[in-house]
């Protein structure tokens, strides 16, 4: 093999077939820098492993790899002098080459990258009002066949509509959702293309005194065209738990 040394990483996570390692366990018995390179690989990936992982997105992984891909191992330097100082010298400057080439191989390896949870939030503002201590749920039926049931929780301010085989708006229409604050008229607060999809609904749902959805133009409208589809009185429903 031209260049034994260069497989000092794939040994340290046992990614070698047998010849090779064979081979290379040969030269290890007789090349004092090679162990010395193994066993800084072996203590990079235990830090590793101590660290919380979680599954990265494949676009994360797949840049790793594109990048992995670019890197060619070097062999370990040799020393000019076998002066203890200098030696020490040249081990000190292949370091930070170590440690960046043995998390690299971990990588590949296990699959998995150093990802810390807060830069990646993965509980909407749906599932987050869904999961509430506090959610209250309002059911009413739709006029043609299913129901739109409506979920609140006042600690969050939010409330949340989702639907049960309610049938597609018409051509050229869309459902718009409303909330009416005490003593006022219904505001938007948003559309529902997709009525099977949990939608949550803009404006402050813990003081509103109801909601209501409508049919609408595809581009919705600034107040209600129609008879509401649905509508929930919300004024007093945080002690009724319909869920």
């Given at each position: 093999m031209s260049d034994i040394h260069a497989l000092s990483g794939a040994y340290a996570v046992d990614a070698l077939d047998e010849t090779e390692r064979t081979e290379f366990?040969?030269?290890l018995a007789e090349c004092a820098a090679c162990r010395a390179e193994v066993?800084?690989?072996?203590?990079?990936?235990?830090?590793?492993?101590?660290?919380?992982?979680?599954?990265?997105?494949?676009?994360?992984?797949?840049?790793v790899l594109a990048g992995i891909s670019q890197i060619r191992p070097l062999p370990p330097e040799t020393p000019v002098t076998s002066e203890p100082a200098d030696e020490l010298a040249v081990r000190r400057r292949r370091l930070p080459t170590l440690l960046?080439?043995?998390?690299?191989?971990?990588?590949?390896?296990?699959?998995?990258?150093?990802?810390?949870?807060?830069?990646?939030?993965?509980t909407s503002v749906a599932d987050q009002v869904l999961q509430a201590p506090d959610a209250v749920s309002?059911?009413?039926?739709?006029?043609?066949?299913?129901?739109?049931?409506?979920?609140?929780?006042d600690?969050?301010?939010?409330?949340?509509?989702?639907?049960?085989?309610?049938?597609?708006?018409?051509?050229?229409?869309?459902?718009?959702?409303?909330?009416?604050?005490?003593?006022?008229?219904?505001?938007?607060a948003g559309l529902m293309p997709d009525a099977d999809e949990p939608t949550v609904l803009s404006g402050d749902a813990a003081t509103a005194a109801a909601a209501a959805?409508?049919?609408?133009?595809?581009?919705?409208?600034?107040?209600?065209?129609?008879?509401?589809?649905?509508?929930?009185?919300?004024?007093g429903s945080s002690g009724n738990d319909g869920a």
């Open positions: 366990e040969l030269h066993a800084s690989f072996h203590e990079t990936t235990a830090l590793v492993a101590e660290t919380e992982t979680v599954t990265p997105p494949d676009s994360l992984r797949e840049g960046i080439a043995a998390v690299a191989v971990v990588l590949i390896a296990f699959g998995a990258v150093l990802w810390h949870p807060w830069q990646h939030d993965t309002i059911v009413e039926p739709v006029p043609g066949g299913g129901e739109l049931t409506l979920v609140r929780s600690s969050l301010h939010k409330a949340v509509l989702v639907g049960r085989d309610v049938p597609a708006a018409p051509e050229g229409k869309t459902y718009q959702m409303w909330l009416q604050q005490p003593g006022e008229a219904m505001v938007s959805v409508s049919v609408e133009p595809a581009e919705g409208s600034q107040e209600p065209t129609t008879a509401p589809i649905a509508l929930f009185t919300l004024s």
